[in-house]
């Protein structure tokens, strides 16, 4: 049961996006051309759902298309420079490529054995798979929509993640204890660097100068200088570290430890653990707000988000989800949190309210709304067409511009 549990929040561990915070509560008109649309992978119904979070002038949060994608689908991850989502599928080891605009599948691009997850370049130009059944990371160009160079890494690699400056691949290598460091440049190993017992998850400094690897089999996290590739510290955190969540500020770490019930603190200038705070029973993943004030998290063992006020260090909600909740993204206003809910095939909708005397509460579900089979993964994906509405054409005006 415990490996089950595990395998579940191992699929959901992926980043995130950054977007602003305490916004009114009634949305601004964007115009006709703007669109805004969570992805979810459904696992075992092999497809993908599409959310509608376009304000008119508030979302709907209804299912807008089932699309079918490849066997068994897990990470997706969003183009921040095109309008294009990128599903892995597990089961059929290749990449499904969705326009955003119109919500089809436009191109299948097949990988190597067993791929979970994905990682895009800031430049929007290449993808990153580790294909953990076959010990190496396919490296995609997502203009081509080619393979052009496969690496062949350690042994069960879980995770690749590119560095924000696009010139390392940083590889977590579960049965091998070790990271790999790729030359995104010239797609070569450039180091391999022991760690600690099966790493997983991975966060990278903005200024791609530190790697941070949680090791689920060790209840540690190493922290890894990319510059000269050698292990700075391993540090001691709570029992199954499984999700790790950056300030966007780059100044602490977030770690769930899963089998402690608890988050820990890490300073990252300092690479030290400080307090570690209950949150909830199994917390699976932790997303935190564009300001820093604020930490959700997943409890995948009790079936509610923990609201964490970060500056005063402490829960400030609990809130109901589905069974299983697991995965996190937030709207891009950030009025709204949604919540992956592996066990019931729904997604949790809770939103930030404006606290009266009446109704003092900051946070309430909003809906939940039915998808797939054994949903796992969620990415939002807020853009304006790149040809306009009807309503927006003027001679010789052109709109291009992705937003996120």
């Known amino acids: 049961m415990r490996k089950f549990l595990l395998t579940v929040i191992f699929l959901g561990i992926i980043g995130g996006l950054s977007w602003w915070y305490l916004r ?36 709907r949060f209804n299912v807008l298309k089932t699309i079918s994608v490849g066997a068994n689908p897990t990470g ?56 953990s ?27 690749a993640r590119v560095t924000p400056d696009g010139r390392t691949v940083v590889v977590s290598n579960r049965n091998d204890n070790t990271v790999s460091l790729i030359d995104a440049t010239n797609l070569t190993v450039r180091a391999t660097v022991p760690v600690c017992q099966q790493p997983e998850d991975i966060a ?92 959700y998290v997943s409890n995948f063992g009790s079936n509610t988000v923990a609201v964490y006020d970060i500056d005063n260090g402490r829960v400030i909600a609990s809130l109901p989800a589905g069974s299983r909740p697991d995965g996190l993204a937030l709207s891009a206003n950030e009025e709204y949190l949604l919540v992956v809910d592996s066990g019931s095939g729904d997604v949790a909708v809770i939103e930030k309210r404006k606290a009266t005397k009446a109704d003092p509460a900051e946070y309430g579900l909003l809906t939940l709304t039915q998808v797939g089979w054994q949903p796992n993964n969620i990415v939002v994906k807020a853009f304006r067409l790149t040809k306009p509405a009807e309503a927006e054409r003027r001679p010789g005006k052109k709109m291009t511009r992705a937003m996120d």
């Open 76 to 131: 997706l991850a969003a183009n921040g420079k095109k309008n294009e989502i990128y599903v892995v599928n597990t089961d059929s080891s290749n990449v499904s490529v969705i326009d955003a605009e119109h919500n089809q599948v436009v191109a299948t691009i097949g990988i190597h054995g067993k791929p979970y997850f994905i990682d895009v370049s800031q430049d929007g130009q290449r993808a990153y798979v580790a294909n």
């Open 204 to 295: 990278i400094l903005q200024d791609s100068s530190k790697a941070f690897i949680a090791c689920s089999g060790a209840g540690e996290v190493a922290a890894v200088d990319l510059k000269n590739a050698k292990l700075l510290t391993s540090m001691d955190v709570g029992r199954t570290p499984v999700n790790l969540a950056l300030k966007p500020d780059g100044g602490e770490l977030v770690v769930c430890n899963f089998d402690s019930d608890n988050i820990s603190m890490i300073e990252t200038t300092t690479n030290e653990v400080g307090n570690s705070y209950l949150i909830g029973t199994h917390p699976a993943r932790g997303l935190v707000t564009a300001d820093s004030s604020r930490l």
């Open 24 to 59: 009114p509560q009634r949305l601004p008109d964007y115009g006709p051309s703007y669109r805004e649309y969570a992805y979810i992978t459904n696992g075992k119904s092999n497809t993908v759902s599409v959310l509608d979070l376009t304000p008119r002038p508030l979302p």
């Open 133 to 159: 059944g076959s010990a190496n990371v396919s490296v995609i160009d997502l203009e081509k929509r080619i393979v052009v160079g496969t690496v062949r890494v350690g042994n069960a690699p879980g995770l």
